[in-house]
């Protein structure tokens, strides 16, 4: 799986190649349908695209197994989404009204490997994919902005708060 550009956010081409993977942007599809539909009746749908999802008491099994192997991560673009997190990220999307359709990438702030920044990490881990931008010390490469913009998400589980490389 090649990901098209760096950071990957919610207007990245979607090129799926497996069933699940078609089958998610099929539903991503279906709602946008009926956000369309229902439109004039104020119905609004979010999609929020998952990474890895790790609960508190994951971190150092699932990390410490990256850490020996981060082509692992490649499918998720070294990205992850803290369950925690993701329940702050639903409650926003709730309270929020007025967007209509909208996708957003439901992850955290950071990459999930231990890295000094994130594009020197993907130049020699992903070298033949481009940079749409200059991305920002360790931000994640399934970027969040959107979320952080729209429903206005603050980050409150980092993996440093879980689980420290040694």
Known sequence: ME????PVDEEADTNPMDTYA????CVEETARGFARRFSQAGVDIYVLR???VIAPDE???Y???WKEDPAELKAVGWSYTDACD???MCHLAVLRDGLGYQVFNATNDEITVETETTEGFLKRNAPEVMFTREMEGREAPLTNRKMK???RF???HSRERYFAYT
Do not use: R, T, V
């Not at 990901?3 to 760096?6: H, R, V, Y």
């Not at 078609?22 to 942007?25: D, E, G, Q």
């Open 63 to 65: 990390l410490l197994h």
């Open 149 to 151: 913009e729209m429903p």
């Open 3 to 6: 990901w098209p550009s760096f």
């Open 22 to 25: 078609i089958s998610k942007l």
């Open 50 to 52: 998952l990474a890895a």
């Open 154 to 156: 603050q980050q409150d």
């Open 86 to 88: 993701f329940g702050q």
């Open 59 to 61: 971190y150092e099994q």
